[in-house]
């Protein structure tokens, strides 16, 4: 395995590990779901409130003592989630049922726990993950959608989603992805390993799916931001990974807004035995 070819959980480790669990001291994981749009982003701000925070007090209420959560992708402002993953470590006992009960009765609605799992002590839900996968969802209609208008992107013109499908597709394996690197990325490597791409429409719906070991900030909002090119026939399917092999953000399309895109599933190994649901959001499921 080359260097560039090691995942986020090892190129990416500017902390030291983790001190081992104490005894009596149990590891929780839990599957989250969250619209994003009221939020600064997953990570804890002085300024706005997060996602890390709301789920923190909630837990904190259950466990009757301060928790700390860890997640398995920090998402940002806007950007929404249907297959978030995070842990914490607590001396409290309680059922899985009555953290997700307690929890979801003592949070805003905006975001739920959709399952919960005591873990083995290894498990980690940034380091143990292989694989994280999103989906950036357009609805490709001639009028501005009045539902749901924060939680999917509007394009009018005609998007063409096979054209699309193609052009995504040259873009898979480990490259450098400088080109679609947000501006701020703390990351101190612009290779990642893009495992799969998808393009399909549902309905007026199109749905842009990207999987990949990790991702650079900003990376499939920019990538979408040139792939949109492709779709309304102003690029050729040979635009993205031209834009990839220049190495350079400039060249790339604009960054496209938070809205549309979720994270929808987080790969971990088989044997730490974590719940395996379908890949949302719930309003796309066939």
């Known amino acids: 395995m080359t260097k560039n070819s090691i995942p986020e959980n090892k190129q990416d480790r500017n902390i030291a590990p983790e001190p081992p669990v104490k005894p009596g001291v149990r590891r929780i994981a839990l599957g989250v779901e969250y619209d994003g749009s009221r939020y600064c982003g997953w990570q804890r701000q002085r300024h706005s409130p997060s996602v ?38 607590t001396g409290a006992v309680r059922s899985e049922h009555s953290w997700q009960m307690g929890v979801n009765s003592n949070i805003d609605r905006s975001i739920a726990l959709v399952w919960v799992r005591e873990v083995d002590t290894l498990f980690h839900a940034r380091f143990s993950a292989t694989s994280r996968t999103y989906r950036y969802v357009i609805a490709n209609t001639a009028y501005r959608p009045a539902i749901m208008n924060q939680g999917i992107t509007w394009i009018r013109d005609p998007l063409d989603e096979q054209a699309m499908n193609r052009a995504l597709g040259k873009i898979q394996g480990e490259r450098d992805f400088s080109s679609y690197r947000g501006a701020g990325c703390q990351s101190n490597s612009p290779f990642r390993c893009v495992l799969h791409t998808a393009v399909f429409r549902r309905g007026s719906m199109v749905i842009v799916e990207v999987q990949a070991n990790a991702f ?39 960054t496209a807004p938070p809205y549309g895109l979720y994270l929808v599933k987080v790969g971990y190994p088989a044997h730490f035995l974590l719940p395996d649901r379908p890949v949302g959001p719930a309003f796309l499921a066939e």
Not at 68 to 81: E, I, N, Q
């Open 52 to 89: 890390q925070e709301c789920l923190e007090k909630a837990l904190s209420q259950v466990a009757h003592e301060p928790v700390s959560l860890v997640c398995a992708g920090r998402t940002d402002t806007g950007v929404h989630a249907s297959g978030q993953v995070a842990h914490f470590e």
């Open 216 to 254: 650079l900030l900003h990376m499939v909002r920019n990538l979408v931001g040139t792939l949109l090119k492709v779709g309304r026939g102003n690029a050729d399917e040979n635009e993205m990974i031209r834009v990839l092999e220049l190495k350079d953000r400039t060249q790339a399309g604009v």
